[in-house]
């Protein structure tokens, strides 16, 4: 897996993508009208297009992410790195 600096992505669709794909494991994540469509594989491994949800825009979406973590075994991790942003969110607004 490439290692991207995701802090730097505001949310909105851009970071979605990165999500979907990265996270959730679609496919072909692309724009389509004004919404992000992309292929992901159902209960029985069948790839089957459906539109992206709004993970970073999106609370009920973005919890979505939390419960991945936990399947993919990276909870404690994804915890850790969140906490670390959260702190230099604090930072650099202390500091302007």
């Known amino acids: 897996m490439v290692a991207l600096n995701v ?40 790839w089957r297009s459906a539109k992206v949800p709004n993970f970073s825009t999106n609370s009920t979406h973005a919890y979505a992410i939390e419960e991945r973590m936990k399947q993919l075994g990276l909870l404690e991790r994804y915890n850790k790195d969140l906490s670390k942003a959260r702190v230099l969110r604090l930072l650099k607004t202390l500091i302007h």
């Open 7 to 46: 802090d730097k992505i505001s949310p909105g669709p851009e970071l979605d993508t990165l999500v979907a794909e990265q996270v959730f494991g679609w496919k072909n994540v692309h724009r389509h009208q004004d919404a992000l469509y992309g292929k992901k594989q159902d209960k029985l491994g069948r």
